[in-house]
Nanobody, 117 residues
Framework: QVQLVESGGGLVQPGGSLRLSCKVSRTIFSISDMGWYRQAPGKQRELVAGMSAGGSTNYADSVKGRFTISRDNAKNTVYLQMNSLKPEDTAVYYC???????????WGQGTQVTVSS
């Protein structure tokens, strides 16, 4: 079964940092475009950071320069390093895997990030 398991969320003060992790089933990790999405209450889900299977990255303008997406192929894990966090970053963050050529994609369970003083 394909699984994505997220961890690393929590409560942090403005200006602080967190690193989210998403461990992905080995069967799909190497051939998948990966992305981190977030959804705040009352708002639409948005793509925060993405990394293609080929290694190219893209970021939402609101997080560019503060967040970094990366992959550890040996651990089948994708990370989101979040620095200089702001209250407006507060949301549930979801990991997504989209295998190339597949009609399906897969989602993690979500992890809460709260930025507050």
């Amino acid at each position: 079964q394909v699984q994505l398991v997220e961890s690393g969320g929590g409560l942090v003060q403005p200006g602080g940092s967190l690193r989210l992790s998403c461990k992905v089933s080995r069967t799909i990790f190497s051939i998948s475009d990966m992305g981190w999405y977030r959804q705040a209450p009352g708002k639409q889900r948005e793509l925060v950071a993405g990394m293609s299977a080929g290694g190219s990255t893209n970021y939402a303008d609101s997080v560019k320069g503060r967040f970094t997406i990366s992959r550890d192929n040996a651990k089948n894990t994708v990370y989101l390093q979040m620095n200089s966090l702001k209250p407006e970053d507060t949301a549930v963050y979801y990991c997504n895997a989209d295998p190339l050529g597949s009609p399906y994609d897969y989602w993690g369970q979500g992890t809460q990030v709260t930025v507050s003083s």
